[in-house]
């Protein structure tokens, strides 16, 4: 068993045209960055991403909605993102907009080996059409189903080279979700040690759901909305 | 004197209790947290995944993997945690979180809200908006009561895409606050020196008044 890759390009190798992707991160906060610049760079084209946002629009996925790469997104929240806005307006670009707790659970779906859940996020709103609703208890739900991805990608804070990740603070959001979730799951991690280094307590996702791993570099980790106090 | 966004948010805060788990909205609700009342221990719940979240951080102690749900740099106070997307509309769902406050584009006499899209306007997304709502036990709504228009914001009906139905307990707007009951809004208190015709009169759903209104004390 060998999960450690040389690094992003080798990792996304067999990613071709049409591939139905998961990105992790909550806005520009962890992040693929390694896997993203390499998938700009092999101008894959096509795509069906599934990210709760769409980056902005020089980082993150808006690099790869620059150069047309999208043919769909699937997300919760596309809103810091003119790039996207204006290919969405013109029809190039499909977008599938659903609730972030149902996104986040059709992930877990998939990750638990369920088909489906019941969510009521959504009931009685145009989120409901053609759906299956079921009344539990006085209150309708909404039969979602578990995501069929080809890829994950996610970011962690640190790595095993047995695919064991653990994520740092709010950082962590929908990657070990995603990570879960792929029929085959890249990680690049900011930190990776030899097997057996990290407290086995304490690691957020078991390496099991990792196929290939990679210690990723020039993280830039950009801020989306820089808010401080002033001491004093 | 209508009531300023900081002034909204301050009249909220006196809805909270000592240890309630809460959510705040982007905007006029994140100002909330400013108004917790000394002493009393409340929890809020950023849904990217932390409970505990804390003040903006100090120039230069901005940490990138540290934010909010509206992507603002913060900090964690003592006995946070972090957890992942998952499991924190897990906890939503299941009712964990006391009270929500969210802003509204509009909201209905029956508790219905809009606040996610403008059909040809704005296609931002919901976010997890939808998720919050479907299952909060107390949902607040903090809004402006009229829109830049002056039309009201409490109507009959919404016109807007919902999302969600039945939910919104409470509106406290920049003239009033109400409660949404099954006969309509009821009017509990108004903004300093804004009469109740006036409140009437830029609420187009159907407004309950009965007795003395006292005004807000702000």
């Known amino acids: 068993m060998n999960k450690v890759v040389s690094g992003a390009e080798e990792a996304i190798s067999d990613i071709t045209d049409g591939a139905v992707l998961m990105l992790g991160g909550f806005g520009l906060c962890g992040i693929p960055e390694n896997c993203i610049a390499a998938l700009v760079k092999k101008k894959v084209t096509n795509l069906t991403c599934i990210s709760n946002n769409a980056g902005v629009d020089d980082f993150g996925i808006g690099l790869m909605l620059k150069g047309k790469q999208v043919r769909k997104m699937i997300s919760s929240y596309v809103g810091e993102n003119a790039e996207f806005e204006r290919q969405l307006l013109s029809g190039e670009l499909q977008v599938e907009l659903i609730p972030q707790g149902t996104l986040a659970t059709r992930c877990l779906a998939a990750g638990y080996g369920m088909p489906a859940v019941f969510t009521p996020a959504g009931a009685g709103t145009e989120v409901a059409e053609g759906k299956e609703i079921r009344n539990f208890n006085g209150k309708d739900y909404l039969l979602e189903m578990a995501f069929d991805a080809d890829f994950a990608i996610v970011k962690a804070w640190k790595g095993d080279t047995d695919g064991n990740l653990v994520y740092k603070e709010t950082a962590r959001n929908f990657n070990p979700l995603m990570a879960m979730a792929g029929k085959i799951t890249i990680a690049e991690v900011e930190e990776l040690v030899p097997a057996g280094q990290l407290d086995p307590d304490a690691i957020h996702t078991p390496g099991i759901y990792v196929h290939r791993i990679f210690q990723g570099n020039h993280y830039e980790k950009r801020i989306e909305q820089r808010t401080v106090r002033k001491k004093n | ?218």
Not at chain 2, 30 to 36: H, K, P, S
Not at chain 2, 137 to 161: D, F, Q, R, W
Not at chain 2, 192 to 200: A, D, L, N, R, Y
Request: glycine residues 12%.
């Open chain 2, 1 to 218: 004197m209508a009531l300023t966004k900081e002034q909204i948010a301050q009249r909220i805060a006196k809805e909270l209790k000592d240890g309630y788990y809460v959510n705040l909205g982007i905007g006029i609700p994140t100002l909330v947290a400013n108004y917790i009342p000394a002493g009393m221990n409340v929890v809020l719940q950023s849904e990217n995944g932390l409970l505990g979240m804390g003040p903006f951080p100090f120039e230069g102690e901005e940490d990138p993997d540290l934010i909010n749900a509206g992507k603002q740099t913060i900090t964690t106070v003592p006995g946070s945690v972090f957890f992942d997307s998952a499991m924190s509309f897990g906890m939503i769902r299941a009712g964990k979180v006391d009270l929500t406050v969210l802003g509204a584009m509009e909201v209905s006499e029956n508790g219905d809200i809009a606040n996610w899209k403008i059909p040809g306007k704005m296609v931002k997304g919901m976010g997890g908006a939808m998720d919050l709502v479907a299952s909060a036990k107390n949902i607040i709504v903090a809004m402006m009561h009229t829109n830049p228009k002056g039309e009201s914001k409490l109507l009959p009906a919404c016109t807007l895409p919902l999302t969600g139905v039945r939910c919104v307990r409470k509106i406290v707007s920049d003239l009033a606050v109400l409660d949404v009951t099954p006969d309509g809004f009821k009017l509990l208190e108004r903004a300093p020196g804004v009469s109740v015709e006036e409140i009437q009169s830029k609420t187009s759903g159907r407004l309950i008044v009965k007795g003395d209104i006292s005004e807000i004390e702000v």
